[in-house]
């Protein structure tokens, strides 16, 4: 059964089963990685449905303000990031920066390791930075990236397109979608490097992750 998304003015909350739009087809995810593959969590259709929205918020979030520095966190907030950018400069008055942060603490594994490692960036002093992060699971990331931005701008706030909803002691201003604690992929995010480019977000196969 499809399920019908009317409302995507707030964070939307992903049913176990996946969400996608009343008019969207069966989604299908790549033959050649079908085997590797639970299920389609959330749609092309509903991703793009919900950067709208959130581009909206976004703009109301720095209202009075003229340009934004979007740090997206690399490599997973990649294609988030360009989708959500594009959508901000043609639907607001926002002008939009790019800049990029590497973070990584999960190395091939799908549980992190606890140690994030960080790579300099760009002088962003003094600006109105929005970080741009593809996923929150603990908290852990967020957590360093926040204390190392938030001294650096005049403005700080933090989008990440999903949320296990687990994390505590971190603000997060604008929110995609609350996914169930489950390892996903696709739009940007990867299992030991695969299934990036994969338009949708999937649920990798529990026996396939170490
Ligand atoms: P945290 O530090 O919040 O526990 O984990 C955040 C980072 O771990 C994210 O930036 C992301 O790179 C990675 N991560 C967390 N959960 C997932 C997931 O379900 N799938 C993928 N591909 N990466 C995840
Ligand atoms: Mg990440």
Redesign the pocket.
């Known amino acids: 059964m499809h399920k019908v998304v009317s409302d995507f003015s707030k964070t939307v909350v992903v049913p176990e089963e996946g969400i996608r739009l009343a008019s969207e087809p069966e989604p299908k995810v790549r033959e050649k990685y079908i085997n590797e593959l639970d299920k389609v969590l959330i749609t092309k259709g509903c991703l793009d449905a919900r950067i709208k929205g959130l581009a909206r918020e976004i703009a109301n979030g720095f209202a009075g303000v003229d340009e934004i520095t979007c740090v997206v966190?690399l490599?997973?907030?990649m294609f988030f990031a360009a989708d959500l950018i594009r959508v901000l400069d043609e639907q607001s008055k926002l002008r939009t920066r790019l800049d990029f942060i590497k973070?990584?603490?999960?190395g091939d594994r799908?549980?992190?390791s606890g140690s994030?490692q960080m790579c300099q960036l760009d002088n962003i002093e003094g600006e109105n930075i929005l970080l741009i992060?593809?996923?929150?699971?603990?908290?852990?990331?967020?957590?360093?990236l926040q204390n190392y931005l938030k001294e650096k701008g005049k403005n700080f706030k933090t989008c990440v397109l999903?949320d296990?909803g687990v994390?505590s002691g971190i603000e997060l201003d604008f929110i995609g979608f609350r996914?169930p604690?489950?390892?996903?992929?696709g739009y940007g995010?990867?299992?030991a490097g695969k299934?990036r480019g994969l338009p949708e977000i999937v649920v990798?196969k529990k026996e396939l992750l170490k």
């Open positions: 966190v490599k997973g907030g973070c990584s603490s999960y799908s549980y992190s994030v992060e593809d996923i929150v699971d603990t908290g852990g990331t967020l957590r360093v999903l296990k994390a996914i604690r489950v390892f996903v992929g995010l990867d299992y299934y990798i």
